[in-house]
């Protein structure tokens, strides 16, 4: 028998923060606490991520990317403005290689003005080398609303207003095993035991092995995939002021090697999204044997490989190859050359896969036995953080008024 919670949200990355910052909104009588493994909040995908504020263009109209992109990024902003976070409006130029690429760029017009994206304008050659000289490219698109932030930043604010407001925020408490009780579980961690009347699963990369544990088929798996990113130097870096995206291929939930300014006066190039075999590796030869295990045995990861074999072979490659990452990073700014790339570092992205090899697009939430799952909750779910979190509110049953 441990200490009893009302609720215990697990996960201490930035959708875990927003959920509990919201349910301390809605229900201000529930005791609540916050589980993070790590000594640290925000130490995996919220601490090594882009820190693009998305504006929503990339997303299928009518999906929870889409809706919950716009909410969430206008609450985000407001949220950065009220605790003067700096968050930088850059804009995106979105760009297309070749003749091949504009009926995509078209496709993408069409979902920004599906999606209520402000202010998205088609560039000509001419418009774009007064725009940004340097760019490469036919045409582009000009979306005006896309921001950059420190995600860390936004994290750690929202663990001390979480403790202001009586949450109990426990870093280094791993979730380890987990007893169901006729009125919700019983929870062991790494900072001992505690009861749980209901819990939000905000695990991030070990959602799904936190959701079986808690007596719940998630029913997909989350693969993680890893993107290296290059700091860019040299003279390139100076003329980079917006974010420059290519086209992506619909076919994937990745947007392709990019270039963003970020806060810190950096400018990145990347992410790769290659598979990697340790969901918490952030070097290139990183192995975990049980990751190995998992995926090996997980029909998914082979029945993905089948349907995408070149895809996977060429983001392998790129995450070795200096050379083909230049190759990516040419087709969006011509002069940058090899010595402009200099410190590398990466990210790993938990991308749910379902049993037949597909990517799951959207972000899923599922219920379970006094308990709601967030499962998938890659990108943009950093920029969507505060409306995912009102989601599970709400689908969790909890929503109810407000108190500031
Ligand atoms: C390379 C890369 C680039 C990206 N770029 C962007 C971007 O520019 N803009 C954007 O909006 N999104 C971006 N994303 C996506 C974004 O970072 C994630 O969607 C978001 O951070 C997910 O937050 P989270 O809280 O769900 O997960 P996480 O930040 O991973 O947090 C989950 C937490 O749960 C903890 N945890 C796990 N298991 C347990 C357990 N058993 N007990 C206790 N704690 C546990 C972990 O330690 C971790 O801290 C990017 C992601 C990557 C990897």
């Known amino acids: 028998m441990g200490e009893r919670f009302d609720i215990v949200v697990v996960g201490g990355g930035i959708v875990g923060l927003a959920t509990a910052r919201s349910l301390r909104r809605h229900r201000p009588e529930d005791s609540l606490a916050l589980l993070e493994k790590e000594p640290e909040l925000a130490a995996h995908q919220t601490g090594h991520n882009s820190g ?9 109209p ?31 130029l979105v760009v297309a290689s070749d003749a091949s690429e504009m009926p995509a760029l078209d496709r993408l017009m069409t979902q920004a003005r599906a999606n209520g994206v402000p ?11 007064a725009a940004a000289p340097g760019v490469a490219g036919v045409a582009a698109l000009w979306v005006p609303s896309t921001a950059i932030v420190d995600y860390p930043g936004v994290a750690q604010r929202l663990g001390r207003q979480l403790e202001a407001a009586g949450v109990r925020v426990s870093r280094g408490a791993e979730v380890t095993a987990a007893e169901p009780r006729p009125d919700g579980w019983h929870l062991e961690t790494g900072a001992g035991g505690l009861d749980a009347r209901f819990i939000v699963n905000c695990a991030g990369l ?23 990113y290059y700091e860019l130097e040299g003279t390139p870096r100076s003329g980079i002021h917006a974010l420059v995206y290519p086209v992506p291929d619909p076919r994937f939930p990745f947007l392709g090697v990019h270039l963003t300014p970020t806060v810190r006066g950096t400018v990145l190039a990347g992410p790769n999204a290659a598979l990697a075999l340790d969901r918490e590796g952030y070097h290139r030869g990183a192995v975990d044997g049980r990751e190995l295990v998992r995926l090996a045995e997980f029909p998914g990861v082979w029945a993905m490989l089948r349907r995408y074999p070149g895809m996977a072979a060429h983001e392998w490659l790129r995450s070795w ?62 920029t969507a953080s505060f409306a995912i979190a009102e989601e599970v509110v709400r689908a969790a049953g909890f929503a109810g008024a407000v108190r500031e």
């Not at 070990?206 to 290296?228: E, N």
């Open 321 to 382: 190859g200096r050379e083909e990452f230049l190759y990516a990073i040419r087709k969006l700014w011509p002069s940058v050359e090899l010595e402009d790339l200099g410190a590398r570092y990466s990210g790993v992205r938990a991308q749910a896969i379902r049993p037949d090899g597909t990517l799951e697009e959207d972000f899923v939430l599922r219920p379970g036995p006094h308990a709601l799952h967030v499962i998938n909750a890659p990108s943009p779910a950093a």
């Open 62 to 92: 009518g999906s929870l990317k889409a809706r919950l992109t716009r909410e969430g990024r206008a609450e985000l902003l407001a949220f950065c403005a009220a605790e003067k976070i700096a968050t930088r409006p850059t804009g995106k």
């Open 119 to 129: 202010g998205v304008m088609r560039l000509d050659r001419p418009a774009m080398d």
């Open 206 to 228: 070990d959602a799904d092995l936190l959701a079986r544990r808690l007596g719940t088929d998630p029913t997909v798996s989350i693969v993680p995939f890893r993107g290296d």
């Open 52 to 60: 693009v504020i998305h504006s929503g263009i990339f997303y299928a």
